[in-house]
Nanobody
Framework: QVQLVESGGGLVQPGGSLRLSCAAS????????MGWYRQAPGKQRDLVAV???????NYADSVKGRFTISRDNAKNTVYLQMNSLKPEDTAVYYC?????????????WGQGTQVTVSS
């Protein structure tokens, strides 16, 4: 099992910045991707950004140029730097870790952290 602890959410004004962190512990070998998803009220959970163990990244079109994902393998932590935040970025943000070993794949989720962008 993998345990994920998220931090860094909160209330910010439009145009502001926040940095989310997610620390992984437990069975943390064979981690392939670490990433962030978000879910706004009444909507499905969508990918925000993901980073592989080769540091390849992928972003949702809506956050490209504003958000940056990074990971510290020594700390088993993934970060999401969010700049130029907009009200439409308001959502619960979930950390995700995917482990791959042989033919097996397992996804793990954090408990979620609320990000609210409002004046």
């Amino acid at each position: 099992q993998v345990q994920l602890v998220e931090s860094g959410g909160g209330l910010v004004q439009p145009g502001g910045s926040l940095r989310l962190s997610c620390a992984a512990s437990g069975t943390i070998f064979n981690i392939y991707t670490m990433g962030w998803y978000r879910q706004a009220p009444g909507k499905q959970r969508d990918l925000v950004a993901v980073i592989t163990n080769s540091d390849n990244t992928n972003y949702a079109d809506s956050v490209k140029g504003r958000f940056t994902i990074s990971r510290d393998n020594a700390k088993n932590t993934v970060y999401l730097q969010m700049n130029s935040l907009k009200p439409e970025d308001t959502a619960v943000y979930y950390c995700n870790v995917q482990r791959v070993w042989g033919p097996k794949v397992a996804d793990y989720w954090g408990q979620g952290t609320q990000v609210t962008v409002s004046s």
